[in-house]
């Protein structure tokens, strides 16, 4: 019971120290011309996703310039689509990813072979697998 307590109270300031991280990251973007990184930018995405939720990540995902939109940054809302079992929106990014060239490395198919076997679709996996081997 006790453990359960401080796990929790662990979770909120996790939450609350990267809900100041974002405020800060989005004050330096704005005020200092700042151009983020596609690193940092993945990082973002992430703490935006743990903190606001995958709509408002999706928001930032959108704002991003497209040159800074790197196979890393699709990737990130990829990972973000596949821990919400968001299917439908996880294939769309992989098929942006494979359009764009960005699915040349195991990353987005491990991901999506990850989330299909978690969600029972073992069919799709045998097609992510010969993909692969095709490349």
Request: hydrophobic residues 45%; neutral net charge.
């Amino acid at each position: 019971m006790v453990a359960e307590r401080i796990k929790c109270k662990l979770l909120v300031l996790d939450l609350t120290l990267l809900f100041y991280v974002i405020q800060i990251s989005q004050w330096m973007a704005d005020h200092h011309n700042l151009a983020l990184s596609p690193s940092d930018i993945v990082v973002r995405l992430d703490m935006v996703r743990r903190v606001h939720g995958i709509k408002l990540a999706e928001k930032d995902f959108n704002d991003v310039p497209n040159n800074a939109k790197t196979y890393k940054v699709y990737g990130a809302l990829l990972h973000a689509y596949v821990l919400q079992r968001s299917v439908k929106k996880a294939e769309t990014i992989m098929q942006n990813m494979r359009e764009m060239g960005f699915a040349t490395s195991s990353f987005p198919y491990n991901m999506l072979i990850t989330h299909y076997y978690k969600i029972g679709e073992n069919d799709k996996i045998e097609v992510l697998i010969q993909e692969m081997e095709e490349k």
